[in-house]
């Protein structure tokens, strides 16, 4: 049942609603029109005498056809996000109060719109959800109530999205409990399924039906329940894209849940929707949510999940983008890869792939989220494929590779790694050695920089070449720096991919990790001339957060070329810009057609 513009546009607006769990005297108990009033109810002294009146009260108002119903589920909404924790009222039979509600609004379509009664499924899912949020004995009080199929009911989206939102995010919240995984495990079918269309589909119907019409189509209690009654068009468009963000990203935690399990992998881990997950971001309205790369990296846990990730080439170059960015996410990027690398039935399909990319971040030393030392592990997955390895872990048909690219970046680790560091030890065992050659190369350095300012850029990538063979491992801010000014001339010369390689080496080799500013600027305008919007958002976004105090402490003003970067990589990359882009297509299709059956009814 989908409700209709015409029919609730003469609800009133929240700001009344929004302050009634402020001021439960909102009406005396003299003038309320029922005996088992919940807003009179909470505010009854005696505590034996209370609790009896609030069990009848949650059998009585799913009855009655009060007014008040929403003033009261508005306040029980506050209370439970006030102490989520409390188990009074769910103990007194709230639950059961709240599925019947929403039974009642699926099911009852005169009753839904009367009076205000739009907003109650809303309340009541909100309320489920909350209550359940953290404690496994409030979830089973909720599963023994039977709140389930009323939630799966609004998440097939018998009303609208908003109740979608609240349905899966109470859902996702009741599945995280191993205790009563089983009890949900019964509809789980039904609800990978829910899941995966609502994670596809959530945004473009977000857009299309409320953020891409005119004010005046927009619905009214919509309207209300973003902004709380007190916002404008942009507070509205504002909040629906973050409404938006987390229904796709409750919908993946809902997936989690049931494939950290190993359930429904087959239902989940088809190519089509492993495609579209590894665009699934979240974005910067969601950044604490993993959003897609999060649901691959649980995947990637599983035998099947290991397999069918490395099947889909998307996913895989999703990664590898992920794991040289300056995302928060990046090393969940990383720790896919590694884990498909340390599975020799998926080794051999991404290694042409992964490695390239990896090779970059073996000097990764500093800690990204709940990692660190990332190098060494990279280091060490990726050697056993070389042919002088002594560690024999693999079978030898997958021990190395035909591809040139792949192999000279195992060629160029292998020197850095073994080769050059145990080199290193024996020669410049001495301060003063590795003090001389310092000097030499910042000697060199300063010769490259000359070149380059003087137009010579492809000698100046010589000069910062010999300067970094020459650099001992251990100087890693003068490597760093070489690596950012040998991208710099990679990016003059209109080669993205080696600036991309370049200024990557430099950003692991800052410390911390990804916070040396000229090499992320560098970075993100490469990112540019190749497209990858998001990339270079997530460069910029970074490179401000580093230099956003000087060393003062004051405020400095940010570049206009990095905000206009900014302002064009937002527009690009934003969770609409896809949904945009397949409205137009539509349009222009259509037009397309229709144009054509013009011409064919002329001729």
């Given at each position: 049942m989908k409700t209709t513009a015409t029919s609730i546009t003469n609800t009133p607006p929240l700001s009344k609603l929004a302050s009634a769990p402020k001021n439960f005297n909102h009406q005396t108990t003299d003038h309320c029109t029922s005996p088992w009033c919940f807003l009179c109810t909470i505010e009854e002294p005696n505590p034996l005498l209370r609790r009896a009146k609030l069990i009848r009260c949650f059998k009585d108002i799913p009855l009655r056809h009060d007014l008040d119903h929403v003033l009261a589920l508005s306040s029980m909404w506050h209370m439970a996000m006030n102490q989520p924790d409390d188990p009074e009222l769910p103990s007194l039979g709230i639950f059961t109060c709240m599925a019947r509600l929403i039974h009642k609004g699926v099911t009852d379509k005169e009753w839904l719109l009367r009076d205000h009664n739009i907003y109650i499924p809303y309340y009541?899912?909100?309320?489920?959800?909350?209550?359940?949020?953290?404690?496994?004995?409030?979830?089973?009080?909720?599963?023994?109530?039977?709140?389930?199929?009323?939630?799966?009911?609004?998440?097939?989206?018998?009303?609208?999205?908003?109740?979608?939102?609240?349905?899966?995010?109470?859902?996702g919240h009741l599945a995280s409990y191993d205790a009563i995984f089983e009890s949900l495990a019964v509809y789980e079918g039904e609800i990978i399924r829910l899941a995966m269309e609502l994670a596809r589909t959530c945004l473009r119907v977000v857009y299309s039906s409320f953020v891409g019409v005119s004010e005046s189509k927009r619905l009214k209690y919509l309207c209300d329940l973003l902004t709380r009654g007190v916002g404008g068009l942009e507070t509205e468009n504002r909040k629906a894209e973050e409404w938006a963000s987390q229904t796709q990203c409750w919908s993946l935690y809902l997936l989690n849940c049931f494939a950290s399990k190993e359930r429904a992998l087959d239902l989940i881990c088809k190519q089509q929707f492993l495609?579209?997950?590894?665009?699934?971001?979240?974005?910067?309205?969601?950044?604490?949510?993993?959003?897609?790369?999060?649901?691959?990296?649980?995947?990637?846990?599983?035998?099947?999940?290991?397999?069918?990730v490395a099947e889909c080439q998307k996913v895989v170059e999703c990664l590898c983008n992920l794991s040289r960015s300056s995302d928060d996410w990046q090393y969940v990027g990383i720790d896919c890869l590694l884990l498909l690398l340390k599975d020799v039935d998926t080794r051999f399909r991404v290694f042409d792939r992964a490695v390239p990319c990896l090779v970059d971040l073996a000097e990764l030393r500093g800690r990204l989220g709940n990692r660190s030392n990332l190098g060494e592990a990279i280091t060490k997955t990726l050697l056993v494929s070389h042919p002088r390895s002594t560690e024999i872990k693999l079978p030898s048909q997958f021990k190395y590779t035909s591809c040139k690219a792949t192999q000279r970046a195992l060629e160029e680790l292998w020197d850095m790694k073994v080769e050059r560091r145990n080199k290193e030890r024996r020669s410049l065992a001495s301060q003063e050695r590795i003090e001389e050659r310092r000097v030499l190369v910042g000697l060199i350095r300063q010769r490259g920089s000359h070149l380059f300012w003087l137009g010579k850029v492809e000698k100046a990538i010589e000069k910062y070449s010999e300067a970094l063979d020459k650099c001992p491992l251990g100087l890693r801010k003068q490597r760093m720096k070489l690596y950012s000014n040998r991208g710099q001339c990679h990016l003059v010369l209109g080669d993205h991919d080696g600036a991309i390689r370049d200024t990557t080496r430099a950003l692991c080799l800052s410390d911390p990790p990804n916070s040396h500013g000229k090499s992320l600027w560098r970075r993100s305008q490469a990112y540019d001339m190749k497209g990858m919007a998001k990339e270079s958002l997530m460069d910029c976004v970074m490179f401000i957060n580093i230099g956003s105090l000087d060393k003062g402490g004051k405020r400095t003003k940010i570049p206009y070329c990095v905000a206009r970067m900014i302002s064009k990589q937002m527009e690009a990359s934003s969770l609409f810009s896809r949904t945009c882009e397949l409205e137009q297509n539509d349009r222009h299709r259509i037009h397309g057609q229709m144009s054509l059956g013009s011409c064919s009814r002329a001729s």
């Open positions: 009541a899912a909100h309320i489920v959800g909350t209550y359940t949020m953290s404690r496994a004995k409030l979830a089973e009080m909720a599963i023994r109530s039977g709140v389930v199929p009323p939630l799966i009911e609004l998440l097939r989206g018998r009303i609208s999205w908003v109740e979608q939102r609240v349905a899966v995010r109470a859902l495609a579209e997950l590894s665009s699934m971001w979240g974005g910067l309205v969601n950044h604490s949510s993993p959003a897609g790369v999060g649901t691959i990296r649980i995947l990637c846990y599983s035998k099947l999940g290991r397999d069918r």
